[in-house]
């Protein structure tokens, strides 16, 4: 059960054990995700991706406590999959994160609307989906969470990457609105918004390149502690690293000097 006793901020009451289930945990933010949250002992994890090999590897190193289920989320059958799996191995889930995702980059002119329907598919429907699914197991076990990872680009849209921002742009308002629908059912549901970080899918060369922007990138671990306190600690919104949260900020204030700036930036690179 995630209660107040599993906040971050105060000691643990009990060590009755709790299931989490990660999506795209097979490296970067899902990795560094369970990693966090496995240094709970009552922590049982259910790791989720494509990549057998990894997640078989990550499993392994975290012991009996994990288990994995390789899937691509955007199969039809892969949510009931994933929670016939998670019926039988535990009965119960009280945490899902949905980080699972890929990057889009294509001009709108380029891409079409093929381009962002493929990505609303891979980076909304399948967390839509998937929580669809698991919902009544969250229920069944409130106090219960969900945190769902979004992007910077849901807040503030670059150029060329169209796709990818109304896709987690989408997400982050369906979040939004399922914090007050699961409320009274004892569900929170979280949101982390994490900037620029360095992984596979995004390798940041162009902001690694130059010493202005090279300070803006940060590591997948910076995004975990954002999930813990999003998930377990049942907070409502967290951007990593939290300085991120300003251009959001700014965006709102004034969007035509934030549009200025962003195509400054992306002329120069």
């Not at 306190?229 to 959001?248: D, F, H, I, K, T």
């Amino acid at each position: 059960m995630l209660t107040g006793a599993h906040d971050a901020r105060s000691p643990r009451g009990s060590q009755q054990p709790f299931v989490v289930l990660i999506t795209g945990a097979s490296g970067g933010i899902g990795r560094a995700a369970a990693l966090r949250i496995a240094r709970d002992p009552a922590a049982r994890m259910v790791l989720v991706a494509r990549r057998e090999g990894r997640l078989r590897a990550l499993a392994e190193s975290l012991g009996e406590r994990a288990s994995f289920l390789a899937a691509d989320l955007v199969e039809e059958q892969a949510p009931a999959r994933i929670r016939a799996h998670v019926e039988r191995r535990h009965g119960r889930l009280d945490l899902l994160v949905n980080n699972a995702g890929r990057a889009s980059r294509a001009s709108f002119a380029e891409g079409g609307h093929a381009d962002v329907r493929h990505a609303m598919a891979i980076n909304f429907d399948a967390q839509v989906r998937l929580t669809e699914a698991l919902l009544p197991m969250l229920r069944a076990s409130a106090p219960s969470a969900i945190v769902n990872v979004a992007s910077m680009a849901a807040r503030v849209a670059s150029p060329g990457t169209g796709a990818y921002c109304a896709s987690k742009a989408a997400l982050a308002a369906w979040s939004d609105s399922l914090w007050f629908e699961e409320r009274p059912y004892g569900v929170h549901v979280g949101l982390v918004i994490p900037g620029a970080i360095l992984t596979e899918g995004f390798p940041q060369a162009e902001l690694l390149a130059k010493p202005l922007t090279r300070w803006m990138v940060s590591t997948p671990e910076t995004v975990a502690e954002g999930i813990h306190q999003a998930g377990v600690g049942r907070r409502c919104e967290r951007y990593s690293p939290r300085p991120y949260g300003l251009e959001a900020a700014l965006r709102i204030l004034a969007p035509g000097v934030v549009r200025r700036v962003v195509s400054v930036a992306f002329a120069r690179i």
